[in-house]
Structure formats: structure tokens, C-alpha cells
């Protein structure tokens, strides 16, 4: 359903489209999952839709490039001809079979999607909640059942379906004792879902100990894991329980998992396997009770493949998996988050903040959060402690921002150390040089498909056609550039 300055409204939707059934289709979907009080219209030529949206003002455009054939035979000047006609509207483009070079005329054309038939309405309209958030349109859509729903799951915040998934995954892994390896970039909540997990548990009435294995030294990263007997090494003064012993009975969080040494990782597998531990410098076995969750931030397949994580441990561990999306693949939950941060620092340093202004939320939905839910919860402290008014604004980010305001150095060509690392300057590219041939290596491995490619680089496809816009903008610059130069 969509809301409009609080307000709920019915979805108007236009279908162009010769094929009856997507028109029948939208509205059974309508009707039974997402408005019941919406309405969708159809048209079966371009002219017609010319017409229609002459008079009528639409919330959604679902348009086959097809049944537009009649306004131009070049189905992006076609597209164009509607789009500019309703400026306001969420235009979803389609056509039998897709291409990245189709999809990326559609968006030069205004559309904001494109999708190959036969269409997955589930996932057409969860597509038309996001763009509806991340370009800040009138209407934001959201499903009859989750309109205006906030949910505070142990510590995490949204109510996107990606994490609903999470939350129920932690609700039914929750009373098992298997081990879980929680994966996800950094700042997603790992521990959080960690903490969760324990929360959730029968354990939850005994220790959950977190230990983070990047964190502590080699040579001591086993004292700290399993404990050590006075006299075992210099400095051992007294008996000490380790981060295992002391979660007996609860629960033993092991953070960056990947980065323990391979000798170590040895010694927690036969943790695993026997549920006993001897402290350093101690030959008695101990037997403990303790649940064992990991996480990293990195690829367990790639450090198996390194020869850096034991693939015995790996399968040992991997039992109860749980992957957390990074925040730009969720963007229903952006402004949750930083609505609920902004109130907890206000609250904290005394300050009169109680929300953002349109244009700073419409600029936090539309950016790519590299940094995740901590690179959000950094910057909104950041505003909250040099600042103090009702609302956030664009200047206030831009001046606590520091890792947007951050320009990079230039390095230096001259007095360089050696040849090597002169050759190396050279060979350097641009960042978004890299990040094309990146993209454009997993759309060649999927055969062009974009969403298969998002999916395994773990971004959205809308910040592929984006990316894609903007190489073509900066190539066009470097060779205006080149010619004047000539």
C-alpha cells in the first residue's frame, strides 16, 4: 500500500502490454499480497498509453518495450516518449529475453528497472517497495501487512524481508547447541546476531564470551582461547580460565574466525570433536558444555582455497550457516536505522534532534553504505555531537561525513624507493577502472545476466545499470579530454 505524508493511498498502476495475462496477474497480486484497494489499468499500444497518461497520473508503469513498437521502432526512443510523460512514477521495463545492453537503454530512457519475461511478481513488487524508498518518489510502497511496521529483533533493527528471513533463521536455530557460522561484510551485525542467537537459546541464562581472533596476538591468541597453568611460560603468575572455559554451559562467539593460525585451528577442531580443552602448560583434559557460533567477513571457500582455513574445520563449523546482506541490498531499513541511532545519541549527549529533513533522507536511501549499519551509526554520532537542531541536514552530514570528505593523495612519481614501485604507479588504474573490469568479469561469467551478477558480488542490480551510466560518462570525459589535448 502506498503512503503519502502519512496518509494511505490506493496503488494506481498502468499496464502497457498486448499480453492480457500480466494485467490479470498484477491485479490477482493487487488484490490478494500487497493493496487490496488498488487499482491497475491496461492498454495494449504505445499510443494508447500516450493517451492515458495525458489524463491520468500513474504510481507505477509496467511497460513491454514490444507493445510500444507503434511510437518509434527504436524501443529506447519509444520508452522515452511515456517516461517523460509521467515524471512521478516507478517505471518497470520489459521484454521477452534480456540483455545488459537493452537494460541499459531502458534506463537511459527513465525507466528504473528492467525485467525479462516471464515475469516472478513476488519479486517484481519487493523490487517496487525498494525503488519506491531509494529514489524517494511521492508514494513509498510498502505491503499491506508491513505498512508502517518497525521490528526491534534483539538488538537489530528493520523490518525489510531480508532480514524478516534473518530473524526467523535466528529463531529457529536459536534452541539448537550445533555450531553457526554467521557470514556477512563488515558492519552487518554479526555478534549482534551472535548475541541473538545466545539470547534466544536455552543458554541464555549462562555467559555468552566473545573473543575476537584478529585482534590478539599469535602467541597468546591460545592462553586467551583455552586458558594456561601458572608457570607454563614466563609471566604466567597464576591459573587462568580461557574465553572457552569461562563460556561453559553458554555460549563462545569467535569473531574473524579466519584469522587464527593454522596450528590453532588444529587444537579448536579437536575441541569440537571431543568437548574437552587443556589449558596451556596443562596435560588433564577439561570437558566442557559450550556452543560454539563464528563468523567472518571473509570468503570461507577462497580461505580454504588460500590455504589459510582447514577445510575439516571448516565443515565441523558450518553446520547452522547464516549470511547477513550488507545494508545497500535493504534499503526499506536505512532510515529505521538511522532514525533509531539519532534518537539514542540525542537522548545520550542531550541534544533536540528528532528526525531528518526530506532531502538528507532521500540522500541516505540512495547511497551504497560500503561501511554497512557501523558506517551509518559513526556518521549519525558524528552529526549528533557537533551539532544540535530538531533535524538533520544535508550541510550537518556533509560536514561529519569524513569518510565521503576523505579525497585521496596523490602519490608521488618522483624520489620513488625503487623501479619496481615506479612501474607499479604506472600500472595503477582509476578505482572505477577496477571496479568496471570487476562488474564486467561477473557479467561475462553469468552470460550477461545481471541479477545472477549482483547476486554473486553481493550488490543490488540498480547499482550495476548506475555504475554502468557512469563509466560511460567518465569515458566520454577522458576522451573529450584526449582530443583536446591532441
Not at 22 to 34: A, D, G, I, P, T
Request: proline share 5%.
Amino acid at each position: 500500500m502506498p503512503v503519502a505524508n502519512g496518509t494511505a493511498c490506493s496503488t494506481q498502476i498502468l499496464v502497457v502490454d498486448q499480453d492480457r495475462s500480466v494485467h490479470q496477474n498484477c491485479e490477482k497480486f493487487l488484490s490478494r499480497q500487497w493493496d487490496s484497494d488498488g487499482t491497475c489499468t491496461q492498454v495494449d499500444c504505445g499510443r494508447s498509453a500516450q493517451s492515458t497518461l495525458k489524463s491520468h497520473e500513474y504510481d507505477v508503469i509496467i511497460c513491454d518495450l514490444d507493445t510500444i513498437s507503434d511510437l518509434d521502432s527504436d524501443s529506447e526512443s519509444a520508452l522515452l516518449k511515456l517516461t517523460s510523460l509521467a515524471p512521478g512514477a516507478l517505471v518497470l521495463a520489459l521484454s521477452n529475453g534480456g540483455s545488459v545492453s537493452m537494460a541499459m537503454a531502458c534506463m537511459r530512457s527513465g525507466a528504473h528497472d528492467y525485467f525479462a519475461k516471464p515475469l516472478n511478481l513476488q519479486v517484481v513488487f519487493e523490487r517496487i517497495e525498494e525503488l519506491s524508498l531509494r529514489h524517494g518518489k511521492r508514494r513509498q510502497f510498502a505491503q499491506t501487512n508491513t505498512q508502517a511496521e518497525t521490528v526491534d529483533f534483539e538488538g537489530f533493527v528493520g523490518a525489510s524481508p531480508q532480514m524478516k528471513v534473518i530473524y526467523d533463521q535466528i529463531t529457529r536455530i536459536a534452541p539448537s547447541s550445533a555450531p553457526v557460522f554467521i557470514t556477512g561484510e563488515s558492519g552487518t551485525g554479526k555478534e549482534v546476531c551472535a548475541e541473538a542467537l545466545h539470547a534466544r537459546s536455552p543458554r541464555a541464562d549462562k555467559r555468552f564470551v566473545a573473543i575476537n581472533c584478529g585482534a590478539i596476538p599469535r602467541d597468546l591468541m591460545e592462553s586467551e582461547l583455552f586458558g594456561v597453568v601458572k608457570g607454563a611460560f614466563t609471566g604466567a603468575m597464576e591459573d587462568r580460565a580461557g574465553a572457552a572455559e569461562l563460556a561453559n554451559g553458554g555460549t563462545l562467539f569467535l569473531d574473524e574466525i579466519g584469522e587464527l593460525d593454522l596450528s590453532l585451528q588444529a587444537k579448536l577442531l579437536r575441541f569440537l570433536q571431543t568437548g574437552t580443552i587443556n589449558r596451556v602448560g596443562d596435560a588433564m583434559p577439561r570437558e566442557l558444555d559450550v556452543r560454539i557460533i563464528c563468523a567472518t567477513n571473509r570468503n570461507p571457500m577462497q580461505m580454504i582455497t588460500d590455504k589459510v582455513f582447514r577445510e575439516d574445520l571448516f565443515y565441523r563449523l558450518h553446520v547452522l550457516p547464516i549470511h547477513l546482506p550488507p545494508l545497500r541490498q535493504r534499503p526499506a531499513d536505512i532510515m529505521p536505522i538511522a532514525e533509531n541511532f539519532l534518537a539514542q545519541y540525542a537522548r545520550e549527549e542531550g541534544k533536540n534532534f528528532v528526525g531528518f529533513d526530506r532531502e538528507t533522507a532521500e540522500r541516505f536511501m540512495s547511497r551504497d553504505w560500503p561501511g554497512n549499519v557501523r558506517q551509518v551509526q559513526n556518521l549519525i554520532r558524528r552529526i549528533v555531537v557537533m551539532h544540535d537542531d530538531e533535524l538533520v541536514t544535508l550541510r550537518m552530514v556533509r560536514l561529519a561525513d569524513i569518510e565521503a570528505n576523505g579525497a585521496p593523495q596523490p602519490v608521488p612519481t618522483t624520489h620513488m624507493p625503487n623501479r619496481h614501485a615506479q612501474e607499479a604507479v604506472q600500472q595503477m588504474q582509476p578505482l572505477w577502472k577496477q571496479e568496471q573490469k570487476i562488474i564486467e568479469d561477473a557479467l561475462t561469467a553469468f552470460g550477461g545476466n545481471i541479477s545472477q551478477a549482483a547476486a554473486a558480488l553481493e550488490i543490488s542490480p540498480s547499482t550495476i545499470y548506475r555504475k554502468k551510466q557512469t563509466w560511460e560518462k567518465l569515458e566520454a570525459e577522458a576522451l573529450a579530454r584526449s582530443v583536446s589535448a591532441a
